[in-house]
Nanobody, 128 residues
Framework: VKLVESGGGSVQSGGSLRLSCELS???????????MAWFRQAPGKEREGVAAIDRDGNTIYSNDVKGRFTISKDNALKTAHLEMINLRPEDTAMYYC????????????????????WGQGTQVSVSA
């Protein structure tokens, strides 16, 4: 399984970006059954979960991004998206996509160790 992120870039505070994560390769199950998530890691900080979506379309967000970020899945294109609006300088980080077929429903953002596949990351930089 391979995950490829795209859509990162540099914006000013208040701006918007849309990240995409395409899944390819020999999947363990149909894409519809995958739980997808976005994590981010800022310089000098630990990687943290930002948003997750399960096979039923249930979504969970960290408190820092709730109301500003939206995660979605396009099953036909095997792609997950992260729509980010009203970006802040503190959103600056490398954003990683993660996927697993092992999680069916979510009540919180699953820990990193539960995800089987990871992308290489896409950089998001927000200037004041």
């Amino acid at each position: 399984v391979k995950l490829v992120e795209s859509g990162g870039g540099s914006v000013q505070s208040g701006g918007s970006l849309r990240l995409s994560c395409e899944l390819s390769g020999n999947t363990y199950s149909r894409f519809e059954g995958y739980c997808m998530a976005w994590f981010r890691q800022a310089p000098g900080k630990e990687r943290e979960g930002v948003a997750a979506i399960d096979r039923d379309g249930n979504t969970i967000y960290s408190n820092d991004v709730k109301g500003r970020f939206t995660i979605s899945k396009d099953n036909a294109l095997k792609t997950a998206h992260l729509e980010m609006i009203n970006l802040r300088p503190e959103d600056t980080a490398m954003y990683y996509c993660a996927a697993t077929p092992d999680i069916t429903t979510i009540a919180s953002i699953p820990r990193e160790r539960f995800f089987r596949s990871w992308g290489q990351g896409t950089q998001v930089s927000v200037s004041a």
